[in-house]
């Protein structure tokens, strides 16, 4: 009796562990299925070829080779006769490259060039940009320039025309400064152009100004 009941119970032992390790089985390749998984692939040797540099457009092209005019060009005034069609091109950003290229030519036809630009020019970034130079290098043309850019229609071209007068210590330019400044609307032109008064006229007064 014993030993029967003892041979069952290695019988059930045994379907058991038959029947865990088919579940077990099962699971393992459910999971496998189910995700789809590969065994993992050995890892590569191949070295992956460098990435090809990005090579620049055509507009891109042309705005580096305009820059480079100055350093390439024999003297000054070739360069400045290289440059003088890329100032009025239609393209906005062929302009600006022209007038910051002449930023490195001190002569006077480059004076008179960007005095022009900050004149005529239809972009009023690139006007800003030929009146700085022009006030950064103290060129004759620049009280001109700045006198008639005080009433520009751009207010920060108002501004900075004011400012480079104080800059110069343009004493001369009080009459066209009073001029604007009874007219000017904007408040930070108007702070520019009382700055401007006081340091170039000993007799301003803003209270005094203020009640007339």
Not at 73 to 82: G, Q, R, S, T
């Amino acid at each position: 009796m014993l030993c029967r009941h003892e041979n069952r119970k290695t019988m059930r032992y045994a379907r058991l562990e038959g029947a865990y390790s088919l579940l077990l089985l099962a699971f393992f390749f459910g999971v496998a299925c189910g995700r789809g998984e590969a065994p993992p692939a050995p890892p590569s040797t191949a070295v992956a070829p460098a990435p090809r540099a990005a090579q620049p457009t055509a507009a891109q092209q042309r705005l580096r080779e305009i820059a480079a005019i100055p350093s390439r060009a024999k003297n000054p005034d070739v360069a400045l006769m290289e440059l003088q069609p890329w100032l009025t091109n239609e393209d906005r950003d062929a302009r600006e490259a022209a007038i910051l290229a002449l930023w490195d030519i001190e002569t006077l036809g480059a004076n008179r060039a960007l005095a022009k630009t900050a004149r005529n020019d239809k972009d009023p970034e690139i006007k800003s940009y030929a009146l700085e130079e022009l006030v950064d290098r103290e060129a004759p043309e620049a009280y001109e320039t700045l006198t008639a850019l005080l009433s520009d229609p751009d207010s920060d071209l108002r501004e900075q025309a004011a400012e480079g007068l104080e800059t110069l210590d343009e004493e001369r330019a009080t009459k066209q400064l009073y001029a604007q400044l009874k007219t000017e609307r904007d408040e930070w032109v108007r702070d520019a152009i009382i700055s401007a008064l006081e340091s170039l006229d000993p007799d301003f007064d803003e209270d005094e100004w203020e009640q007339d």
